[in-house]
């Protein structure tokens, strides 16, 4: 290479060295504003916040409060995920400037900062706004990494739209771009433990039963196992009950929108031993797991001891009184029984959740719906 070509490309590279150096560096200013609150009167008002709205190149996602919940406009105004909108909120509240950043715009593509509505934009608009539609804070956000001196904390470069001014501020604020990501996940929740029978009914007809004989018990049996046959994994037989009874969103949407008429629709039921009757339906179409759920109270499900497991606690009780033995410790020793949840609190359960449900269908996520459509033989130890 000659000396030529050399003194050009040094010439260059301080060009491009002294571009990056200047897109960096902070503005010239009487007054450093380091420490300073992004939004220095957000948190004093933080819970004036109605409205969480996020614009980005996926679309516009606005957030709403009625009442004491918050739901998703664009997803027909399924109640939305409460941790998700405080991390969010007070997130942004709580943002502290490190330094001011350049102010020319034709650097706003580095630092991930030009408006939302530009062609190529990769940034995220954040806006807040209290009951009255009144902004509270609106903000361009852009790159973003992990701080090098603070544990637990981002450094983000951030823009006021319409403010030539860029910043990057310390902080740990992130928001979600997709509409479904800002929903409540879980739907169902039933205790595992509380579950004393799980039936699922394939379209063929094919069973798969589950059991369990007393509230203490820690494993499902396979009650139409093949004869001769041994499960694989109890881990496995255990994963479906607990499957069936407690399941996340990856999507929701009007019932109204999916019929459950089908022909291939597999229905799931589970009995716990104080009496709820829970059915699950699922449906696979379009690459889709869509979920339907209803519950029942039913009085005879409600466990209850045996009569001679009774008879053999007594029958100890009396022959640890004839050998003389202290009273208070025979009580604590004696196994107590399992703790049903009261018929009153079951029933006040089931109208919850039956209210929670009534009005949609669920796409759940392909793995918990693979694992609801398990058949006998799928469980089966491999010879």
């Known amino acids: 290479m000659t000396s030529k070509s050399l003194t050009i490309l040094g010439s260059i590279a301080v060009i491009l060295i002294g571009a990056a150096l200047l897109m960096s ?3 010239k200013s009487g007054q450093s504003d380091e420490g300073k609150g992004l939004f220095p009167e957000l948190m004093s008002k933080i819970n004036d916040v109605a409205e969480l709205v996020v614009k980005s190149p996926n679309g516009t996602i606005t957030i709403g409060r009625k009442g004491d919940s918050w739901t998703v406009k664009e997803k027909h105004d399924y109640p939305a995920n409460m941790g998700k909108i ?3 909120v007070v997130g942004l509240g709580e943002l502290k400037i490190i330094e001011a950043k350049t102010k020319k715009p034709e650097f706003y593509e580095k630092l991930g900062l030009e408006d939302v509505e530009a062609e190529g934009s990769s940034s995220t608009r954040v806006i807040l706004k209290d009951a009255t539609g009144t902004t509270m804070a609106d903000v361009i956000v852009g790159k973003q990494q992990p701080s090098k001196g603070s544990l ?5 470069y951030v823009r006021k739209p319409g403010d030539l001014q860029t910043w990057l ?3 740990k604020f992130s928001v979600e771009k997709i509409p479904s990501q800002w929903l409540e996940k ?3 929740e039933v205790e595992p433990k509380r579950v004393r029978h799980v039936t699922i009914k394939h379209p063929d007809n094919t069973k798969l039963i589950l059991k369990k004989e007393n509230p203490d018990d820690q494993d499902f049996t396979v009650v139409n196992l093949p004869k001769g046959k041994e499960v694989q994994s109890k881990f496995a037989v255990n994963n479906i009950a607990s499957t069936v009874t407690s399941l996340g969103l990856e999507d929701v949407k009007p019932a109204s929108e999916i019929s459950f008429e089908d022909t291939g629709v597999v229905m799931a039921t589970f009995e716990t031993f104080d009496g709820l009757e829970g059915t699950v339906q699922l449906l696979r179409k379009d690459e889709k797991n869509y979920v339907k759920v209803s519950a029942a109270f039913n009085p005879d499900l409600v466990w209850k001891p045996k009569p001679e497991e009774n008879s053999e606690s ?3 009780a009396d022959e640890e009184n004839a050998d003389g033995k202290d009273t208070e410790k025979k009580e604590a ?3 107590k029984p399992p703790k049903i949840k009261p018929e009153a609190d079951v029933k006040a359960e089931i109208e919850a959740l039956n209210k929670k449900v009534a009005d949609w269908v669920y796409v759940i996520p392909k793995f918990r719906a693979d694992t609801i459509l398990k058949k006998p033989e799928d469980l089966i130890k491999k010879s």
Request: net charge negative.
């Open 314 to 316: 007594e029958k100890q």
């Open 186 to 188: 879980d739907f169902l």
């Open 25 to 27: 560096q902070p503005e």
């Open 152 to 156: 637990g904390q981002d450094e983000v």
């Open 333 to 335: 020793d004696t196994p």
């Open 86 to 88: 405080r991390e969010a």
């Open 169 to 171: 501020v310390m902080g």
